[in-house]
């Protein structure tokens, strides 16, 4: 084995254009997959992590009948006791931060225009505000006292031409199933780097809309940060009781699980497309290679080389160009992932066709996929070696007669 | 004892629908020791008989035996078994891998036996000393002349010490000078070693250095005479 492989590397170096040339597509077909998985996994990943910090939290506690889809407000719809199932979540170790809040939907209107608003009801103070308050712009932030301020999206505010200071409408459909409206003072402009949700979130101390919807102490949801978001499960057993409807960071975004489950799909059909692409180099590589060493394999076989042999010898080039090229390409897919990890890619405007459920922010930033990483490599040395096997059956079964004549 | 016996050796070649013959019955024994020159013209069948005597290929008809050993119908891996010990190759072109030096051409044939280094070393030294090429261990056949490649192939032909070393055509590429000094280390070597020589050839300054020689002519042989 070791004779062969001593064999094999000479060939290589024999020809290093094309022995380079080759590297060059295994390390980049790979180094490619690498910097796209990373790509998907911190898209994937850092969408679901905006998601908790600016909407769903680790764990939501809601009371059974309510419906997300009609951001209900009736009072069987809501927690009756939040402040009780907040201290009960707050004695757990595993728990961070709970709070209550509040979501209605209403309509906000300036002068001459309207547009539909959600409004979020949460205790300025409470650690799920932080986004609010780290991106506020322009103005100043809440009080939790403050009965007349909201806080708006800066994007929001820029497409109804309004600013801070300026008063807005503001009209829900309250508890009671009767419309109400207030004039507000827009405190502050605010831009969590989600364009999706900052256009049509309104940010109000809890209190306020407590008793703008005559929700009275009652709230739509706990939400619950957690120190570490792979306890979800266990907090939510903690908290699970009757007519209570607890849910994890997983339930609450189904929906971009969901789609990644379904790019899944795409993305392995990708992955073989270029894994193909390698492979067929390395095939027609040692094709040529076979051909140009024809003269070479009779001589072999006349000193006693067997077809096997001949066999193993292409596979183990193959093999040596795959390790190599699999090394180049983990380098330069992470050298790619690690750029993308630290700078990101900046999206823009782009990230503001997500809807608020998919909420990705103006920047994408790559993350390490080590298990993908892994498996990609295998992937590519497998099919390297596969696609060496018609070549090298091919050398392999030459009769050293014939390859003598081909002089 | 007899090196090869060859009885009734047919070899033809099927191209298509047309059978084309290389030998058409060949009788032929070559004894331990000998020094012996194959001669005809072109198409002959030269190089279809040293192939059959070093188990490259298979009679069509007739049996080959080597070394006492009907080798007519041995599969291809046993025959390279064969022929990695016993049977020392040397063609017209330079036959060798251009990658390796001349130092690694010549231990090509022990690294496939798994002969262990101080061997390897040894022998190599000694045969690259036995054809003059000392100091052209290191060098890659493309920084060597036709001759200097032919003489590493001679060493590498020997390596193995094996029984038989079939050369096709050894000089045909060679200047005058080098073609004699190529005989010239074969001869010795046979002398030296006992080591079985069949060469085959159709160049005249060849032929005065071999003990005995063989014509062929359109697959038969035509005369066969040895001399002192």
Same mark, same amino acid.
């Given at each position: 084995?070791?004779?062969?492989?001593?064999?094999?590397?000479?060939?290589?170096? @024999?020809?290093?254009?094309?022995?380079?040339?080759?590297?060059?597509?295994?390390?980049?077909?790979?180094?490619?997959?690498?910097?796209?998985?990373?790509?998907?996994?911190?898209?994937?990943?850092?969408?679901?992590?905006?998601? +908790?910090?600016?909407?769903? $939290?680790?764990?939501?506690?809601?009371?059974?009948?309510?419906?997300?889809?009609?951001?209900?407000?009736?009072?069987?719809?809501?927690?009756?006791?939040?402040?009780?199932?907040?201290?009960?979540?707050?004695?757990?170790?595993? #728990?961070?931060?709970?709070?209550?809040?509040?979501?209605?939907?209403?309509?906000?209107?300036?002068?001459?225009?309207?547009?539909? #608003? &959600?409004?979020?009801?949460?205790?300025?103070?409470?650690?799920?505000? !932080?986004?609010?308050?780290?991106?506020?712009?322009?103005?100043?932030?809440?009080?939790?006292?403050?009965?007349?301020?909201?806080?708006?999206?800066?994007?929001?505010?820029?497409?109804?031409?309004?600013?801070?200071?300026?008063?807005?409408?503001?009209?829900?459909?309250?508890?009671?199933?009767?419309?109400?409206?207030?004039?507000?003072?827009?405190?502050?402009?605010?831009?969590? $780097?989600?364009?999706?949700?900052?256009?049509?979130?309104?940010?109000?101390?809890?209190?306020?809309?407590?008793?703008?919807?005559?929700?009275?102490? @009652?709230?739509?949801?706990?939400?619950?940060?957690?120190?570490?978001?792979?306890?979800?499960?266990?907090?939510?057993?903690?908290?699970?009781?009757?007519?209570?409807?607890?849910?994890?960071?997983?339930?609450?975004?189904?929906?971009?699980?969901?789609?990644?489950?379904?790019?899944?799909?795409?993305?392995?059909?990708?992955?073989?497309?270029?894994?193909?692409?390698? !492979?067929?180099? +390395?095939?027609?590589?040692?094709?040529?290679?076979?051909?140009? @060493?024809?003269?070479?394999?009779?001589?072999?076989?006349?000193?006693?080389?067997?077809?096997?042999?001949?066999?193993?010898?292409?596979?183990?080039?193959?093999?040596?160009?795959?390790?190599?090229?699999?090394?180049?390409?983990?380098?330069?897919?992470?050298?790619?992932?690690?750029?993308?990890?630290?700078?990101?890619?900046?999206?823009?405007?782009?990230?503001?066709?997500?809807?608020?459920?998919?909420?990705?922010?103006?920047? +994408?930033?790559? @993350?390490?996929?080590?298990?993908?990483?892994?498996?990609?490599?295998?992937?590519?040395?497998?099919?390297?070696?596969?696609?060496?096997?018609?070549?090298?059956?091919?050398?392999?079964?030459?009769?050293?007669?014939?390859?003598? &004549?081909?002089? | 004892?007899?090196?090869? %016996?060859?009885?009734?050796?047919?070899?033809?070649?099927?191209?298509?629908?047309?059978?084309?013959?290389?030998?058409?019955?060949?009788?032929?024994?070559?004894?331990?020791?000998?020094?012996?020159?194959?001669?005809?013209?072109?198409?002959?069948?030269?190089?279809?008989?040293?192939?059959?005597?070093?188990?490259?290929?298979?009679?069509?008809?007739?049996?080959?035996?080597?070394? %006492?050993?009907?080798?007519?119908?041995?599969?291809?891996?046993?025959?390279?078994?064969?022929?990695?010990?016993?049977?020392?190759?040397?063609?017209?072109?330079?036959?060798?891998?251009?990658?390796?030096?001349?130092?690694?051409?010549?231990?090509?044939?022990?690294?496939?036996?798994?002969?262990?280094?101080?061997?390897?070393?040894?022998?190599?030294?000694?045969?690259?000393?036995?054809?003059?090429?000392?100091?052209?261990?290191?060098?890659?056949?493309?920084?060597?002349?036709?001759?200097?490649?032919?003489?590493?192939?001679?060493?590498?032909?020997?390596?193995?010490?094996?029984?038989?070393?079939?050369?096709?055509?050894?000089?045909?590429?060679?200047?005058?000078?080098?073609?004699?000094?190529?005989? %010239?280390?074969?001869?010795?070597?046979?002398?030296?070693?006992?080591?079985?020589?069949?060469?085959?050839?159709?160049?005249?300054?060849?032929?005065?250095?071999?003990?005995?020689?063989?014509?062929?002519?359109?697959?038969?042989?035509?005369?066969?005479?040895?001399?002192?």
């Amino acid at each position: 084995m070791f004779r062969l492989w001593k064999l094999a590397i000479r060939d290589l170096g @024999r020809n290093k254009r094309r022995s380079g040339l080759t590297l060059v597509a295994v390390a980049l077909g790979l180094g490619l997959l690498v910097l796209i998985s990373g790509l998907m996994e911190g898209s994937v990943w850092g969408t679901i992590e905006n998601n +908790i910090r600016v909407q769903s $939290g680790h764990v939501q506690v809601r009371e059974e009948s309510y419906d997300e889809d009609k951001v209900s407000l009736k009072w069987e719809d809501l927690l009756d006791d939040p402040q009780g199932l907040v201290a009960q979540a707050q004695d757990l170790p595993e #728990v961070r931060a709970a709070t209550p809040v509040l979501w209605a939907s209403g309509i906000l209107a300036t002068g001459d225009e309207s547009v539909g #608003v &959600r409004v979020f009801g949460i205790n300025p103070l409470a650690e799920m505000s !932080a986004p609010f308050r780290e991106g506020l712009v322009a103005g100043a932030f809440l009080a939790p006292d403050d009965r007349s301020g909201v806080l708006i999206g800066r994007r929001l505010a820029e497409s109804l031409g309004v600013s801070a200071g300026d008063h807005i409408k503001l009209l829900v459909n309250t508890s009671d199933e009767q419309p109400d409206e207030a004039i507000f003072t827009i405190r502050g402009l605010y831009d969590t $780097g989600t364009p999706a949700y900052d256009e049509i979130t309104l940010f109000m101390p809890l209190s306020k809309a407590q008793t703008f919807t005559r929700a009275g102490e @009652r709230a739509s949801a706990i939400v619950i940060l957690l120190n570490q978001k792979d306890d979800a499960d266990v907090v939510a057993l903690a908290l699970r009781a009757s007519g209570l409807n607890v849910l994890t960071w997983y339930d609450l975004n189904q929906m971009i699980l969901q789609a990644v489950e379904m790019s899944m799909g795409i993305m392995n059909l990708m992955y073989l497309v270029v894994l193909a692409v390698v !492979a067929v180099v +390395i095939a027609n590589t040692l094709l040529m290679s076979v051909f140009e @060493r024809t003269r070479e394999m009779g001589i072999l076989a006349a000193l006693g080389m067997k077809g096997r042999q001949v066999l193993t010898m292409f596979v183990l080039e193959a093999g040596t160009l795959a390790m190599i090229g699999v090394v180049l390409g983990l380098l330069l897919g992470s050298l790619g992932v690690y750029y993308l990890a630290t700078e990101g890619w900046h999206l823009g405007e782009m990230a503001s066709v997500a809807t608020a459920e998919m909420a990705y922010g103006e920047t +994408i930033y790559g @993350r390490f996929a080590p298990a993908e990483m892994v498996q990609l490599s295998l992937a590519s040395l497998i099919i390297t070696l596969l696609a060496s096997l018609y070549p090298a059956w091919f050398a392999a079964r030459m009769e050293p007669i014939d390859a003598l &004549r081909a002089l | 004892m007899d090196v090869i %016996e060859m009885q009734d050796v047919i070899r033809f070649y099927q191209i298509g629908e047309i059978e084309t013959y290389a030998l058409r019955g060949v009788d032929l024994t070559i004894e331990d020791g000998e020094f012996t020159a194959i001669v005809g013209p072109s198409g002959s069948g030269k190089t279809t008989m040293l192939q059959l005597m070093g188990c490259l290929d298979r009679p069509s008809g007739g049996t080959v035996r080597f070394m %006492e050993q009907d080798v007519s119908k041995l599969n291809g891996s046993k025959r390279a078994d064969l022929r990695k010990g016993m049977i020392g190759f040397v063609f017209q072109f330079f036959a060798l891998i251009p990658g390796l030096t001349a130092y690694e051409n010549v231990e090509l044939p022990l690294l496939l036996t798994g002969a262990k280094k101080a061997k390897r070393q040894e022998r190599v030294n000694e045969l690259l000393d036995t054809v003059g090429l000392s100091a052209r261990a290191r060098h890659r056949p493309d920084q060597m002349s036709g001759g200097e490649q032919q003489r590493v192939a001679i060493a590498r032909a020997l390596a193995t010490q094996p029984a038989l070393v079939l050369a096709d055509e050894p000089t045909a590429n060679l200047d005058t000078e080098n073609g004699r000094q190529v005989m %010239e280390i074969m001869q010795r070597l046979n002398a030296d070693t006992g080591t079985t020589f069949v060469f085959a050839t159709h160049d005249p300054r060849v032929m005065p250095y071999a003990r005995r020689i063989v014509e062929l002519r359109d697959g038969r042989v035509t005369e066969n005479s040895r001399h002192a």
